[in-house]
């Protein structure tokens, strides 16, 4: 069994800065990319920011140059750097992992339970 957990939501002040993690634990034989997404109320889930296993990054366009994602394999440990905070980034960020949970088994997108983090205006 995999799981996910983030942690590191917070209520913060417009302009400010939060870091979230998300820690990967249980049968893990390898963990392909990781990334995270967000949901604000009454929106879809969207992508932040996506980090591969050899560190290859994506990010969306509206918080480019404001957070970082970075990862530590050997904790099979995700970040998520955020300056700049903005009101509207109000949402639930959510860890997502492809994961494999042993050698020869498929990967499989597994998600995080979230954690909130509130902008002030």
């Known amino acids: 069994q995999v799981q996910l957990v983030e942690s590191g939501g917070d209520l913060v002040q417009a302009g400010g800065s939060l870091r979230l993690s998300c820690a990967a634990s249980?049968?893990?034989?390898?963990?392909?990319?990781m990334g995270w997404y967000r949901q604000a109320p009454g929106k879809q889930r969207e992508l932040v920011a996506t980090?591969?296993?050899?560190?290859?990054?994506n990010y969306a366009d509206s918080v480019k140059g404001r957070f970082t994602i970075s990862r530590d394999n050997a904790k099979n440990t995700v970040y998520l750097q955020m300056n700049s905070l903005k009101p509207d980034e109000t949402a639930v960020y959510y860890c997502?992992?492809?994961?494999?949970?042993?050698?020869?088994?498929?990967?499989?997108?597994?998600w995080g339970q979230g954690t909130q983090v509130t902008v002030s205006s």
């Open positions: 980090i591969t296993s050899g560190g290859g990054t």
């Open positions: 249980g049968s893990i034989f390898s963990i392909n990319a």
């Open positions: 997502n992992g492809i994961i494999s949970a042993s050698r020869g088994s498929y990967f499989r997108q597994y």
